[in-house]
């Protein structure tokens, strides 16, 4: 993922999300009968991905959605991150625009 601004993403509309508890969020994704366990904060993300969006507006959400705005770098590190976690677990789409 070098050029940022020519990628988008998706979630997998086949993957289903169960909250547990104040922090564990679970995403099974049947196609492959596997999951994937992320945080709240992981979450923020997995939800704004209901239809393709690039790196800069995922990074932007996320940044909007604290009152203490998180440095760039670090959301910029981290949705990267978690973003290529989901695709090797086919819970997210990465498409060419």
Same mark, same amino acid.
């Given at each position: 993922?070098?050029?940022?601004?020519?990628?988008?993403?998706?979630?997998? %509309?086949?993957?289903?999300? @169960?909250?547990?508890?104040?922090?564990?969020?679970?995403?099974?994704? %049947?196609?492959?009968?596997? *999951?994937?366990?992320?945080?709240?904060?992981?979450? /923020?993300?997995?939800?704004?991905?209901?239809? %393709? @969006?690039? /790196?800069?507006?995922?990074?932007?959400?996320?940044?909007?959605?604290?009152?203490?705005? %998180?440095?760039?770098?670090?959301?910029?590190?981290?949705?990267?991150? *978690?973003?290529?976690?989901?695709?090797?677990?086919?819970?997210?789409?990465?498409?060419?625009?």
């Amino acid at each position: 993922m070098e050029e940022t601004d020519t990628y988008t993403y998706q979630g997998n %509309p086949d993957v289903s999300c @169960r909250v547990e508890g104040d922090d564990d969020v679970i995403l099974y994704n %049947p196609d492959i009968d596997d *999951f994937v366990l992320i945080n709240s904060s992981a979450l /923020v993300i997995w939800k704004y991905l209901d239809k %393709p @969006r690039s /790196v800069e507006e995922i990074c932007a959400h996320v940044m909007e959605s604290y009152e203490e705005t %998180p440095e760039q770098e670090l959301v910029l590190q981290d949705v990267r991150t *978690f973003l290529d976690d989901l695709g090797e677990a086919y819970i997210c789409k990465e498409s060419v625009t």
